[in-house]
């Protein structure tokens, strides 16, 4: 009989993962039928796209997971999210879980902020008690409003898979899929995510990650069993690698107006939750617009998928962008595209671009987001940015962390011990960081490799194959 695989990618990170790697055609190769769960608002366009024989696109049904997490016990709901999201073991480095508490507790206003004592005492317990982490894991299958029952019944799937342990809306199919005694799987889609957001959301028989850090990271931080982790590398980034998605140089150069004659800075913001970039990005681009840099520079600027939230600071800050730098003629925007709904800016259809910016870059700065990584796979130098303004946003109920102050974190704490690039806090380390990279673009570039080596494991284009080929295994072993 044919097998049938719930994939759920809610969101643009997971198209990238599941449709542009190997993941999801390693399945169909081997005769797995794939019924893939996205953006009821981008699923026409999805689908467009992305039709194939083996493959079935059903909406995510959003809209219903939120109404339900608004309107049923909302309070316990929302302070479950807490506990899972920060109350991970401190047998790993817990300083992203630190800031993350700080970042939720600012939501909670009114009454709510009376809650939050109690709650600081349940993080305290369930960072150094497996068996209080375990009871709070267990108590939210008691919030199951079984919103997939008729696509359950529908197409009896042997397998569920999703892009996180339950941390987002997945929670709810992860749930269903658990009452119902199918296996679930999840699967491992950003760098920082087992450092960051820790306990699952659902009862998960499976995970598979980047490598070995990762797997360190679930293991001490979240309790998975070592035996239920596996390692195959990171999917998305097999175009990287293989190359694939690269624009001609002389083309992608035309479509943003740039100079072949200057040398190319990239930007890209990032952090932005609990800082502006806009010092950052203010300082570079007058290093570039008053030629300081002893070559001739221009700066290419990468908005964040959160700058096209409306109505938001993030917003205010893009705005404030292309205000800043209108007559700036060396300066230029990249502005990430959408397919809309859910996914926002995060659509992944502008792999092409992202991927030419780093390999054309002559130096790629950034705050500490997962693009230095990513940068590395093109060992294209990379510089830190950290330039603080103080008070942050500045903004009541809101939370702002100097940028400084997370070069702790696990994942900028790894970059920063691999030597693979260089950080900056002020404007001159930035001069001083990037004269350094354009008179030695090879400086770094041993500590670049193995960083990505550490932290990809696989650097073969081969992640997605290898991912697909666990997922038909776990459908194997449930036939015995």
């Keep these: 009989m044919t097998k049938r695989v719930f994939i759920s990618a809610d969101h643009g990170l997971s198209l990238i993962y599941f449709l542009q790697s190997e993941v999801i055609s390693t399945l169909l190769k081997s005769g797995v039928e794939v019924v893939l769960f996205t953006d009821d608002i981008a699923r026409p366009a999805i689908e467009q796209r992305f039709q194939q024989p083996g493959i079935i696109f059903e909406g995510l049904r959003l809209s219903e997971c939120e109404r339900y997490f608004q309107t049923v016990d909302p309070f316990i709901q929302r302070s479950l999210q807490m506990l899972r999201w920060v109350g991970g073991s401190q047998r790993i480095n817990v300083t992203a879980m630190e800031g993350n508490y700080h970042l939720l507790a600012a939501g909670f206003t009114g009454a709510g902020r009376y809650a939050l004592p109690l709650l600081r005492i349940l993080i305290w317990l369930m960072r150094r008690s497996r068996l209080v982490r375990q009871l709070v894991v267990r108590a939210q299958q008691h919030y199951n409003p079984e919103i997939y029952k008729d696509l359950f019944e529908k197409y009896q799937p042997d397998l569920v898979v999703a892009r996180t342990p339950g941390w987002r809306m997945d929670r709810y199919l992860l749930r269903e899929a658990a009452a119902r005694r199918i296996r679930t799987v999840s699967t491992i889609v950003g760098w920082d995510n087992p450092s960051s ?12 990650c980047w490598s070995e850090l990762q797997k360190e990271e679930l293991v001490l931080g979240s309790d998975w069993d070592p035996k239920r982790v596996n390692i195959s590398g990171i999917p998305s980034y097999d175009g990287y690698f293989l190359r694939s998605w690269l624009i001609p140089r002389d083309e992608y150069f035309r479509q943003h107006d740039l100079d072949p004659g200057r040398k190319l800075l990239a930007y890209a913001c990032s952090f932005e939750t609990f800082h502006p970039n806009f010092p950052n990005i203010a300082a570079i681009a007058e290093l570039v617009n008053q030629d300081k840099l002893g070559q001739p520079c221009q700066l290419l600027i990468r908005l964040h998928p959160n700058h096209f939230l409306p109505g938001t600071r993030f917003e205010g800050e893009a705005n404030r962008v292309r205000k ?10 990249v502005e990430p595209v959408s397919l809309g709904g859910g996914l926002g800016h995060y659509s992944g259809e502008d792999m092409p671009e992202k991927a030419s910016m780093m390999a054309y870059a002559d130096v790629f700065l950034t705050v500490y987001s997962t693009m230095v990584v990513e940068t590395a796979i093109h060992d294209c130098p990379i ?30 704490l790894r970059f920063r011990q691999s030597g693979a690039g260089r950080v900056a806090a002020n404007q001159e380390e930035v001069r001083q960081h990037i004269t350094f990279y354009l008179n030695d673009p090879t400086a770094d570039g041993e500590k670049r490799l193995k960083f990505i080596q550490d932290e990809c494991t696989y650097t ?3 992640a997605g194959r290898r991912t697909g080929e666990y997922l038909l295994h776990l459908l194997e072993e449930s036939d015995r």
């Design 197 to 208: 957001y820790n306990l699952s959301g659902a009862p998960v028989d499976y995970i598979t």
């Design 324 to 333: 800043y730098i209108k007559n700036m003629p060396h300066v230029h925007l």
């Design 460 to 462: 073969d284009g081969s």
């Design 383 to 412: 510089i830190s940015v950290t330039i603080d303004i103080p008070g942050g946003w500045n903004m009541p109920d809101v939370y702002s962390l100097p940028l400084t102050a997370i070069g702790e974190w696990p994942t900028h």
